[in-house]
Nanobody, 114 residues
Framework: VQLQACGGGVVQPGESLRLSCAAS????????MGWSRQAPGKQRELVAS???????IYADSVKGRFTSSRDSAKNTEYLQMNSLKPEDTAVYYC?????????WGHGTVVTVSS
């Protein structure tokens, strides 16, 4: 499974961004996808995940602001990020989980600054 993430950028507090993560290769074996992030000097943390059945899990820090969705036909996962805060600044990594492995995409940088 190969993952290609994009959509990061620089925004002001309160603005929105949408990240996308396109899966290729053995994407049929994926049973869930998600996003983690790593801020400078901090450990990587789970942000959101979504299963094949569209069940979602969110970190408490992003609940009500971030929404994860999947387009199965395009093998693509999206992370809609609204009401962004400076503390959301991080490198965001998408991942895909199969029954045996976890695959990671390259990070995309999100910077929230006034």
């Amino acid at each position: 499974v190969q993952l290609q993430a994009c959509g990061g950028g620089v925004v002001q507090p309160g603005e929105s961004l949408r990240l996308s993560c396109a899966a290729s290769g053995s994407s049929f074996s994926i049973n869930s996808m998600g996003w983690s992030r790593q801020a400078p000097g901090k450990q990587r943390e789970l942000v959101a995940s979504i299963t094949n059945g569209s069940n979602t899990i969110y970190a408490d820090s992003v609940k009500g602001r971030f929404t994860s969705s999947r387009d199965s036909a395009k093998n693509t996962e999206y992370l809609q990020m609204n009401s962004l805060k400076p503390e959301d600044t991080a490198v965001y990594y998408c991942y895909a989980r199969t029954y045996g492995s976890v695959y990671w995409g390259h990070g995309t940088v999100v910077t929230v600054s006034s």
